[in-house]
């Protein structure tokens, strides 16, 4: 089966120090993948997305960089972390049907920059 | 410009009745899809349904389905006989056409099943 793992679940980081949230898939090859950010009460947004090994497409620009370094791989990484960076992190990738795209969540990371 | 857009901040509704969530889009493109989640408190986002801009019937997964009316750019999610566990928040979405499949969200409905 297929299944999307991130971690770490929950994350407490001072303002200024590094990020890095993980995400592995397993069940599949070749994902596309994607980094969604959900600011408390809001919708999701799109940060990054990636169809192939080193293939990142940014969305907004911002403090954030990703990185897929193995196929089943994404990473979202920040040098130096701002108070705005706060929020819920969604990992997720895309899953073709037949005629039908989908795609899946992870169970998200939620940072907060103090 | 590619858009979602859900009027709904808040619903309610009692246990057992139906309730529509409204959601309308905005795209030019002759191709997308359209899609709800529902966000417990937990966070995860569950995927429930999924509706093909060429697809000629309406959406049905189990309890849900989608109300898609092209013309109106409309893709209204209807939930019949609500429990309590449908309480969550609802996104709808949109996949543009491509091939990277990115999603456009809305900023969601809130939906509250009352006893």
């Known amino acids: 089966s297929q299944t999307i793992h991130q971690w770490p679940a929950t994350l407490v980081q001072p303002v200024g120090s590094p990020l890095s949230l993980e995400c592995t898939v397993e069940g599949t090859s070749n994902p596309n993948l994607y980094w969604y950010r959900q600011a408390a009460g809001r919708g999701l947004q799109l940060l990054f997305y990636s169809v192939g090994i080193g293939q990142i497409s940014s969305e907004v620009p911002q403090n954030l960089s990703a990185s897929r370094p193995q196929d089943r791989q994404f990473i979202l990484s920040s040098k130096k972390l701002l108070l705005s960076d706060s929020g819920f992190y969604l990992c997720?990738?895309?899953?073709?049907?037949?005629?039908?795209?989908?795609?899946?969540f992870g169970p998200g990371t939620r940072l907060t920059v103090l | 410009a590619q858009k979602i857009t859900q009027t709904q901040p808040g619903m309610f509704v009692q246990e057992k009745e139906a309730v529509t969530l409204d959601c309308t889009y905005d795209?030019?493109?002759?191709?997308?899809?359209l899609f709800w989640y529902k966000q417990p408190s937990s966070g995860e986002m569950i995927f429930l349904i999924y509706?093909?801009?060429?697809?000629?019937q309406n959406a049905t997964e189990g309890r849900y389905s989608l109300n898609f009316q092209k013309a109106r750019k409309s893709a209204n999610l209807v939930i019949s006989a609500s429990q309590l566990g449908d309480s969550a928040m609802y996104f709808c979405a949109m996949s543009p056409g491509g091939a990277t499949n990115k999603l456009i969200f809305g900023t969601g409905t809130l939906l509250a099943v009352q006893p």
């Open positions: 795209t030019s493109d002759p191709s997308y899809g």
């Open positions: 509706q093909g801009s060429y697809d000629q």
């Open positions: 997720a990738w895309n899953i073709e049907s037949g005629s039908t795209n989908t795609q899946y």
